[in-house]
């Protein structure tokens, strides 16, 4: 079983600050997904990466894929209220179905205005 | 478009008692899958179907829990007997294909008692 640690666990932080939270491996992965999830809802799609060393902007969001792709991070600029949420990361094992995903427990951030 | 429906959102019910969660897919998504979140273990995918038929059922905890797909458009997940470890929220999700986006439902959150 292929185990994601995301760090840090809780994160509160305000209004207009960076930040980086991080999904990490021992494993490799032939891809590996960021989601957030609201209070009340499902997880929602924000980026899939393949390529070791890919980076992807998404607006004020930043996904850079390890260039061994066990791990990735997620940096936020200027952050707003609104990037509040549970943000997971999940990787489909390489060589394996990509179906089957493993998640992360997740990083809580916070946004005060 | 709708996206997927789940039912019910909330349920309360007493130890030992039988619970049926519900789960429309999206029209025309040929994978579904069932998503277990807890606080502790995070977000463990319980089962997927690919048109109808059940293709990995490993993450199923035990065997009071089952699953059908009876047709292309409804599962069912259910728990019986129910057990207080069983309080989670229950996620039902759809893709199109494979290695496309995985879209979740709101989530049914079961508290046993």
């Known amino acids: 079983t292929q185990l994601l640690e995301q760090s840090p666990q809780f994160l509160s932080i305000q209004e207009g600050e960076n930040l980086t939270v991080y999904c990490n491996s021992s494993?490799?992965?032939?891809?590996l997904q960021w989601y957030r999830q609201e209070p009340g809802e499902g997880p929602v799609l924000l980026v899939t990466?393949?390529?070791?060393?890919e980076v992807k902007k998404l607006k004020r969001l930043t996904f850079q894929f390890g260039d061994a792709r066990k791990d990735s991070s997620l940096h936020i600029t200027a952050a707003q209220p609104g990037d509040t949420g549970l943000y997971l990361c999940?990787?489909?094992?390489?060589?394996?179905?990509?179906?089957?995903?493993?998640f992360g427990k997740g990083t809580l951030l916070t946004v005060n205005p | 478009d709708a996206g997927v429906i789940q039912s019910p959102r909330h349920e309360v019910t007493e130890m030992g008692q039988e619970v049926t969660l519900r789960c429309k897919p999206i029209s025309g998504h040929d994978y579904l899958f069932w998503y277990r979140q807890t606080m502790m273990r995070g977000l463990e995918l319980l089962i997927y179907?690919?048109?109808?038929?059940?293709?990995?059922d490993s993450g199923m905890p035990e065997d009071r829990f089952s699953a059908k797909m009876p047709n292309a458009s409804f599962s069912t997940l259910k728990i019986q007997p129910s057990e207080p470890r069983d309080s989670a929220v229950y996620f039902c999700?759809?893709?199109?294909?494979?290695?496309?986006?995985?879209?979740f439902g709101e989530g049914s959150w079961l508290t046993v008692v």
């Open positions: 494993s490799v992965f032939s891809s």
């Open positions: 179907f690919n048109n109808n038929v059940p293709i990995d």
């Open positions: 999940a990787g489909a094992a390489s060589g394996g179905s990509n179906y089957k995903q493993t």
């Open positions: 990466v393949v390529t070791g060393g």
């Open positions: 999700a759809s893709r199109l294909g494979s290695g496309n986006t995985i879209y």
